[in-house]
C-alpha cells in the first residue's frame, strides 16, 4: 500500500506548477514597463480593442519563427492577431460575435472532449447543441470526418425543412445588423495537437480536409492551440537526437495556404495563450485569424514573449501504467524521425476485469486521497450519443487523464502507486463477490 495517503495528490487538475511559471520574466517585463516614462501611463489605461500593437507586433514574429515551415513563406502579421483574456474567455468572445444560436445550427467538438469548453458553450446559448465527433482510430487521422461529414449534411438538411416549414428566412435572427458582419452556419471546436484529454495529434491530411469540410458548409473551425509549444523528445533517457522537427501545420496556416481562401474571414482560427506557458495567472492568450475576424476581438498584456517560455522537459517520468493499464494516447508521436512527447497529460485505459473509470476514481478520492479525471467528464454535454459511443466497446469510459505538470516527480510516483493500490483494492473486492460504491465527483 502507499506510504502516505494523507497528502491529497490531484493528478486531474490541468495547471502547470507554480515552480516552471514564469514569474521572474513577468516581473522583469512589469518592471521595466511601469518605470517607463512613455510605457507607464498607457499600460495603465485602457488600450486599443484589438490589444497592445507590440505584443501584437511580437507575438506575430514568436508564431512566424515557430511555425515557419507550415507557413511557407508567408508569416503571420500583427493585423491578424487579437490579445483575449485566455483561451477560454476568447472562446466565449468568438461565441458571443459569430455565432447565434438561433441560426449557428450546431457546435461540433471531437470526442474526448476538453471538458470545460462545454459549459462555456452552453452559456452562450447553445445548450442541446451541442454534437460530438469521435477521433477514431489510426485510419482517421484524429478525426472521424466521415462522420462530421454525415452529421453536417443530416443537421443542414434537417435545417433546410424547418426554414421552409416556418416560412422564415434562413438568416442570422440575434446576430444580426452591422455590429455582426459574419454568423456562420456551424462551429467546430478541436485541439489538433496533443489533444486535451487524449493527447492525440491531428494527421496532416486530416487537417487538410477539415478545412476543406470546414469551407463547404461555412463553419468556423477553433482550435486550441495551446499544447503545441509544450513538446519534447519522448525518450529522455538519452541517446536519442534532440533536435525536433516542425511542428504540426495549424489549420489557420493550412486555410490561409489553400486556393479559395476567404481573405476577410476564412474559416479558421487558432486560439492561443499564455495560461500554458507561463502561468493561468497571468490570464492573456491570443487569436490567429483571418484580419476580419481579428478585428473583433481582443484585450492588452505585454510581456516579451520568447523569453517568457519556460521548458517543461521531465514531466513524463513517472511509470503511469500498473496493472494492466495502457496508454492510450500519443505521447510517442512521431514525426519524422523523432519520438515527441507534448502537452501536460497522459491519457489511459483500463483493463476489461475492473469497472468504468467513473468508479475507479471514487474508489481513488475516497480511500487514497488521489483525485483522476475519468472518461466521462470529457463527454460532449447533451449529446446522447456521445454517451452511448463514451459507454460502448472500446469508449471513453474505461479511459482517464492524468495530469503530469502540477506535482514534482515524487508526488507523481506516489499518485501512480495509489492508483496501483486502487485497483489491486478493487480486484479483492470484486473477487469476494463486494459491491464497488461509487460516489459523485466534482470536476476541480
Given at each position: 500500500m502507499s506510504s502516505?495517503?494523507?497528502?491529497?495528490?490531484?493528478?486531474?487538475?490541468?495547471?502547470?506548477?507554480?515552480?516552471?511559471?514564469?514569474?521572474?520574466?513577468?516581473?522583469?517585463?512589469?518592471?521595466?514597463?511601469?518605470?517607463?516614462?512613455?510605457?507607464?501611463?498607457?499600460a495603465m489605461l485602457y488600450g486599443p480593442r484589438i490589444g497592445h500593437t507590440p505584443l501584437r507586433e511580437s507575438l506575430a514574429t514568436w508564431l512566424s519563427t515557430f511555425y515557419a515551415q507550415s507557413m511557407a513563406g508567408n508569416p503571420t502579421t500583427k493585423d491578424r492577431i487579437a490579445i483575449s483574456n485566455g483561451a477560454s474567455g476568447n472562446l466565449a468572445n468568438i461565441l458571443q460575435k459569430f455565432a447565434d444560436p438561433f441560426y449557428t445550427r450546431a457546435?461540433?467538438?471531437?470526442?474526448?472532449?476538453y471538458f470545460l469548453a462545454c459549459p462555456i458553450m452552453e452559456d452562450n446559448g447553445f445548450r442541446g447543441k451541442l454534437r460530438g465527433v469521435p477521433e477514431g482510430g489510426p485510419e482517421h487521422g484524429g478525426l472521424d470526418l466521415g462522420f462530421?461529414?454525415?452529421?453536417?449534411?443530416?443537421?443542414?438538411?434537417?435545417?433546410?425543412?424547418?426554414?421552409?416549414?416556418?416560412?422564415?428566412?434562413?438568416?442570422?435572427?440575434?446576430?444580426?445588423?452591422?455590429?455582426?458582419?459574419?454568423?456562420?452556419?456551424?462551429?467546430?471546436?478541436?485541439?489538433?495537437?496533443?489533444a486535451n484529454p487524449s493527447g492525440k495529434t491531428m494527421a496532416e491530411q486530416t487537417r487538410r480536409e477539415l478545412v476543406c469540410i470546414a469551407?463547404?458548409?461555412?463553419?468556423?473551425?477553433?482550435?486550441?492551440?495551446?499544447?503545441?509549444?509544450?513538446?519534447?523528445?519522448?525518450?529522455?533517457?538519452?541517446g536519442g537526437d534532440d533536435a525536433l522537427p516542425p511542428p504540426p501545420s495549424r489549420l489557420v496556416d493550412i486555410d490561409r495556404g489553400m486556393d479559395g481562401y476567404d481573405e476577410k474571414w476564412g474559416n479558421t482560427l487558432?486560439?492561443?495563450?499564455?495560461?500554458?506557458?507561463?502561468?493561468?495567472?497571468v490570464r492573456v492568450g491570443w487569436a490567429d485569424c483571418a484580419p476580419g475576424l481579428a478585428f473583433e476581438l481582443g484585450e492588452v498584456f505585454n510581456p516579451d514573449v520568447q523569453e517568457a517560455v519556460p521548458h517543461h522537459d521531465g514531466m513524463h517520468r513517472a511509470n503511469a501504467g500498473p496493472h494492466g493499464v495502457s496508454v492510450e494516447s500519443s505521447m510517442d508521436e512521431k514525426e519524422g524521425s523523432t519520438a515527441l512527447a507534448g502537452g501536460f497529460f497522459l491519457y489511459l485505459r483500463l483493463p476489461d476485469d475492473v469497472p468504468h473509470a467513473r468508479t475507479v476514481a471514487s474508489v481513488a478520492l475516497r480511500e487514497h486521497g488521489l483525485r483522476i479525471a475519468f472518461g466521462h467528464l470529457f463527454v460532449v454535454a447533451g449529446d446522447e450519443g456521445s454517451i452511448a459511443?463514451?459507454?460502448?466497446?472500446?469508449?471513453?469510459?474505461?479511459?482517464?487523464?492524468?495530469?503530469?505538470?502540477?506535482?514534482?516527480?515524487?508526488?507523481?510516483?506516489?499518485?501512480?502507486?495509489?492508483?496501483?493500490?486502487?485497483?489491486?483494492?478493487?480486484?479483492?473486492?470484486?473477487?469476494?463477490?463486494?459491491?464497488?460504491?461509487?460516489?459523485?465527483l466534482g470536476v476541480r
Amino acid at each position: 500500500m502507499s506510504s502516505n495517503t494523507s497528502k491529497p495528490i490531484n493528478l486531474q487538475t490541468g495547471w502547470p506548477s507554480a515552480r516552471l511559471c514564469a514569474s521572474a520574466a513577468i516581473l522583469d517585463g512589469a518592471q521595466q514597463v511601469l518605470t517607463s516614462e512613455t510605457e507607464a501611463g498607457p499600460a495603465m489605461l485602457y488600450g486599443p480593442r484589438i490589444g497592445h500593437t507590440p505584443l501584437r507586433e511580437s507575438l506575430a514574429t514568436w508564431l512566424s519563427t515557430f511555425y515557419a515551415q507550415s507557413m511557407a513563406g508567408n508569416p503571420t502579421t500583427k493585423d491578424r492577431i487579437a490579445i483575449s483574456n485566455g483561451a477560454s474567455g476568447n472562446l466565449a468572445n468568438i461565441l458571443q460575435k459569430f455565432a447565434d444560436p438561433f441560426y449557428t445550427r450546431a457546435i461540433f467538438l471531437a470526442e474526448p472532449t476538453y471538458f470545460l469548453a462545454c459549459p462555456i458553450m452552453e452559456d452562450n446559448g447553445f445548450r442541446g447543441k451541442l454534437r460530438g465527433v469521435p477521433e477514431g482510430g489510426p485510419e482517421h487521422g484524429g478525426l472521424d470526418l466521415g462522420f462530421l461529414r454525415q452529421r453536417l449534411r443530416e443537421t443542414e438538411a434537417e435545417a433546410g425543412r424547418t426554414a421552409a416549414e416556418s416560412g422564415r428566412a434562413d438568416a442570422p435572427v440575434l446576430k444580426a445588423g452591422p455590429l455582426y458582419p459574419k454568423v456562420f452556419k456551424y462551429i467546430i471546436y478541436v485541439v489538433p495537437t496533443f489533444a486535451n484529454p487524449s493527447g492525440k495529434t491531428m494527421a496532416e491530411q486530416t487537417r487538410r480536409e477539415l478545412v476543406c469540410i470546414a469551407r463547404e458548409f461555412d463553419a468556423l473551425v477553433i482550435s486550441d492551440d495551446v499544447y503545441d509549444y509544450l513538446r519534447w523528445p519522448a525518450d529522455l533517457t538519452g541517446g536519442g537526437d534532440d533536435a525536433l522537427p516542425p511542428p504540426p501545420s495549424r489549420l489557420v496556416d493550412i486555410d490561409r495556404g489553400m486556393d479559395g481562401y476567404d481573405e476577410k474571414w476564412g474559416n479558421t482560427l487558432s486560439n492561443g495563450s499564455f495560461s500554458k506557458i507561463i502561468g493561468p495567472g497571468v490570464r492573456v492568450g491570443w487569436a490567429d485569424c483571418a484580419p476580419g475576424l481579428a478585428f473583433e476581438l481582443g484585450e492588452v498584456f505585454n510581456p516579451d514573449v520568447q523569453e517568457a517560455v519556460p521548458h517543461h522537459d521531465g514531466m513524463h517520468r513517472a511509470n503511469a501504467g500498473p496493472h494492466g493499464v495502457s496508454v492510450e494516447s500519443s505521447m510517442d508521436e512521431k514525426e519524422g524521425s523523432t519520438a515527441l512527447a507534448g502537452g501536460f497529460f497522459l491519457y489511459l485505459r483500463l483493463p476489461d476485469d475492473v469497472p468504468h473509470a467513473r468508479t475507479v476514481a471514487s474508489v481513488a478520492l475516497r480511500e487514497h486521497g488521489l483525485r483522476i479525471a475519468f472518461g466521462h467528464l470529457f463527454v460532449v454535454a447533451g449529446d446522447e450519443g456521445s454517451i452511448a459511443r463514451a459507454e460502448g466497446p472500446g469508449g471513453i469510459s474505461r479511459c482517464f487523464r492524468l495530469c503530469c505538470a502540477w506535482h514534482e516527480e515524487e508526488e507523481l510516483r506516489e499518485g501512480v502507486q495509489r492508483l496501483a493500490d486502487t485497483l489491486a483494492s478493487i480486484r479483492e473486492r470484486m473477487a469476494r463477490g463486494e459491491a464497488i460504491r461509487e460516489e459523485a465527483l466534482g470536476v476541480r
